[in-house]
């Protein structure tokens, strides 16, 4: 069976970095992105970043580009989010995910996620 696990969260201070870590089960389609997202507490679960592996192509929203890199070891079945210059409004539960797209990441939007993990949680102070 699919199965996500995140891991490689924990507590920060501002500006420093995490690596998160998601290692994945039977995804074995190249026609699958794989993602981050993230929930703050009282908030909505908003798109981080995806990468598509067919062509190792990113999508990295606005509000981390420049800070966040996602990358993938397809050898290992294992997702990478390296997450430098945090900031405490980077507080929150990350999670990866799964979703099928046709030619590239699906839009980083939850319903077009089916498949997610449980969650490590960040926590950046100031």
């Known amino acids: 069976q699919v199965q996500l696990v995140e891991s490689g969260g924990g507590s920060v201070q501002a500006g420093g970095s995490l690596r998160l870590s998601c290692v994945y089960t039977?995804?074995?389609?190249?026609?699958?992105?794989m993602a981050w997202f993230r929930q703050a507490p009282g908030k909505e679960r908003e798109g981080v970043a995806c990468?598509?592996?067919?062509?190792?192509?990113?999508d990295v929203a606005d509000s981390v580009q420049g800070r966040f890199i996602v990358s993938r070891d397809a050898a290992e079945s294992t997702l990478y989010l390296q997450m430098n210059s945090l900031k405490p409004e980077d507080t929150g539960t990350y999670y990866c995910?799964?979703?099928?797209?046709?030619?590239?990441?699906?839009?980083?939007?939850?319903?077009?996620?089916?498949?997610w993990g449980h969650g490590t949680q960040v926590i950046v102070s100031s």
């Open positions: 039977q995804i074995t389609s190249e026609s699958y992105g």
């Open positions: 990468l598509w592996p067919r062509d190792g192509s990113t």
């Open positions: 995910a799964s979703g099928y797209g046709r030619y590239r990441c699906p839009p980083l939007e939850r319903n077009r996620f089916n498949l």
